[in-house]
């Protein structure tokens, strides 16, 4: 399932996502699109985030806010995950 992904997307990039879930047959596009940014994008770190990590992430939320896109860039994690690590360990 997750190699079917891996190929639609190489073929028709991100932006195509419902022709991918049309393609893909099991999951439609947003599922594919979510399952891309939060597991598969090559371009990501999926390991446990450091302290270090938690710290920057406190420093980027002081400064802008909810922006979890804009720290997903920077910090090159899956934007779900900081926004997540956030809000159930950090905000407290």
């Known amino acids: 399932e ?3 992904l891996l190929t639609l997307v190489s073929e028709l990039g991100t932006k195509h996502w419902k022709l991918i ?3 893909h047959g099991l999951r439609d596009g947003k599922q594919c699109r979510e399952r891309w940014h ?5 371009d990501l770190i999926y390991s446990p985030l450091t302290p270090e ?3 920057q ?5 002081s400064e802008m806010g909810t922006k979890w ?5 920077l910090l090159r ?10 809000y159930s360990s950090l905000s407290k």
């Open 2 to 4: 997750d190699e079917r």
């Open 21 to 23: 879930g049309i393609r």
């Open 38 to 42: 939060n597991h598969l994008n090559p």
């Open 53 to 55: 990590e938690d710290e």
């Open 57 to 61: 992430i406190l420093t980027y939320h």
């Open 69 to 73: 896109a804009v720290m997903s860039q």
């Open 77 to 86: 994690r899956p934007a779900n995950l900081i926004k997540n690590r956030y």
